[in-house]
């Protein structure tokens, strides 16, 4: 253990002089202007690979740990799939993916993160998918199958891959611990894994948080960990954690990623990954002549946890084929299915047949949520006031936690001006003004003062949809 510490100081000094370079590195380049259509960022996906192509240079210990990198000038280059280079946000959320043999759980867990981030949380924070495989037609399948383009274009979603030099010949590996070969294979991947995607994600943001692919996030997450680490009272912290099971929800600064990840690469052919992380915490806090009791309390100084946890594990396969875990972190207690609001007072009515209790009604009294079944082409839900109203502005979100496919597609927000009326064959008709359509599942926006006051705001469905729909809030601000 004495080696062990000596040789994480040694790490930890080398991490540190790595940081000061990137530091260094990413002034230099945030000098540089180079047009592009979307005007939140200005590096191109050529400048990423570039200058993620520098930082290799600056993390020779790793061809120490993984000498057959050696025999490829570009085998710590990662491959940009999708994304915008974002880098200076306070966020960056790490998700891991590989090949699974059963259900992939990639997309819902996306879903989940994305589903109730504010706008300014979107411009803070960067979540990077690293697909954990060398087969191109799979990661370009991976990719194709990751649909926000909205998100992508912005920068707030990233998917990477790693060179197809990247991993080692995993036939060498050593049976430790009692577990089988594939076990050992499975486990010494992980921990590169883990690695690869610390390396690239250290120099985006000021904290990072490790994810997995199979997770389900409570509504207001980023807030609440924002929040929590502004309240603590000691800044001598390495590691917090919003989720008590294995490696979900781990908090680190992002500028202690290269010690983490260069700990991780010393001994990834020798233990799991939460094994690492425990021990790093045991050589940076424990006496070695004191007791372990002692030695907790002294990591218990370093690694903090948050209750209640904010990410639920759901996936029942693990990416170890075979391999079936009914993880669930007692802690997360359950999320909440529909957020409530005091609405003004409106007849409701729509052409769409709701599911057992889940009424139209209940869920604009912030009762429940409305469910109902598969929408046809000029279905609609209607909001009629009973005196004109002055509304100012409205939110409608489809979908929620656990049933996030449901969502209105192809449904515009429209609005009853209390003076438009037009005549239709003789006889006087209302006419609707469109004011925004469902994006992600939501439809948001103000109304102007020029149509004040209004009588009426309706959904209209334009197409045949696949699913049901969902709608998880409703509220309409005066």
């Known amino acids: 253990m004495i080696q062990l510490y000596e040789r994480l100081l040694a790490a930890e000094s080398r991490g540190e002089l790595v940081y000061r370079e990137l530091s260094s590195l990413l002034t230099s380049l945030r000098n540089l202007t180079i047009p592009n259509n979307n005007s939140s960022t200005n590096v191109t996906e050529g400048l990423i690979k570039r200058r993620l192509g520098l930082l290799s240079s600056r993390l020779p210990n790793a061809y120490l740990y993984l000498p057959h990198l050696r025999d490829h000038a570009d085998s710590l280059n990662p491959n940009v799939v999708l994304g915008q280079g974002r880098t200076g946000v306070s966020l960056v959320l790490g998700i891991p993916t590989v090949k699974r043999q059963k259900q992939s759980y990639l997309v819902s867990t996306l879903n989940s993160l994305l589903y109730d981030l504010s706008p300014s949380e979107r411009e803070d924070t960067v979540i990077i998918v690293f697909v954990a495989e060398t087969d191109a037609g799979y990661v370009n399948t991976v990719a194709e199958l990751i649909n926000f383009p909205k998100d992508v274009h912005s920068g707030l979603l990233e998917v990477v891959s790693p060179s197809q030099y990247f991993y080692p010949n995993f036939r060498r590996l050593r049976e430790t611990f009692g577990d089988s070969k594939d076990r050992v294979k499975w486990r010494t991947k992980q921990n590169l894994d883990y690695s690869f995607l610390m390396l690239y994600a250290h120099e985006k943001g000021t904290y990072y948080v490790q994810l997995e692919d199979d997770i389900v996030a409570k509504p207001g997450y980023s807030q609440a960990m ?253």
């Not at 904010?310 to 997360?332: I, T």
């Not at 109203?389 to 609005?415: A, M, P």
Request: hydrophobic fraction near 40%; charged fraction near 25%.
């Open 226 to 478: 924002k929040t929590y680490v502004r309240s603590l009272a000691s800044d001598d912290w390495m590691l917090l954690e919003f989720s008590q099971l294995g490696f979900i929800g781990k908090m680190f600064r992002a500028r202690d990623l290269p010690m983490i990840a260069e700990f991780f690469l010393m001994f990834h052919k020798d233990k799991p990954i939460d094994w690492l992380l425990d021990h790093i915490l045991w050589v940076k806090a424990c006496n070695p002549e004191k007791d372990a009791k002692d030695c907790n309390l002294q990591k218990g100084l370093l690694k903090l946890r948050y209750k209640p946890s904010l990410f639920q594990h759901v996936g029942l396969h693990s990416s170890l084929p075979g391999k079936v875990q009914k993880l669930k972190d007692k802690d997360f207690g359950k999320a909440p299915l529909f957020a409530a609001h005091s609405n003004p007072r409106a007849e409701l009515s729509s052409s769409l047949k709701h599911y057992q209790q889940h009424t139209l009604e209940r869920a604009y009294e912030g009762q429940d949520f409305f469910w109902g079944l598969t929408p046809t082409a000029e279905d609609f839900i209607l909001l009629s006031f009973p005196q004109p109203l002055t509304v100012t502005g409205y939110l409608f979100r489809s979908g929620n936690i656990e049933i996030n496919g449901d969502k209105f597609y192809n449904t515009t927000v429209e609005v009853l001006p209390s003076d438009v009326v037009v005549l239709l064959d003789g006889e006087p008709s209302p006419k609707y003004e469109v004011l925004s359509s469902f994006v992600d599942g939501m439809a948001e926006g103000q109304i102007d003062a020029q149509m004040q006051p209004i009588s009426a705001l309706r959904l209209l469905v334009h197409s045949d949809s696949d699913v049901w729909v969902l709608l998880s809030e409703i509220f309409i601000k005066l």
